[in-house]
């Protein structure tokens, strides 16, 4: 998935088994709370990302599965 978090650039995530999970690279894992905030998410939605270092309110821009984008 493909997100805005309103700082002008736009950054990918993966979400991933809990072993696969690097969020340096950004591959997250499926029990991550960025993860759970997403979860049912369409391009367009806003979701609020709790985070210890504040809340970050993101725009989803795009969506893959399995190799191929919704939108």
Known sequence: ???DDGSGALQRYTIVGEDEADPDTGLVSWVSPLSRIVEGARV???VVWRRPAGSLELVITKIERAGRPTA
């Open 1 to 3: 998935m493909t997100v």
């Open 44 to 46: 367009g939605d806003h």
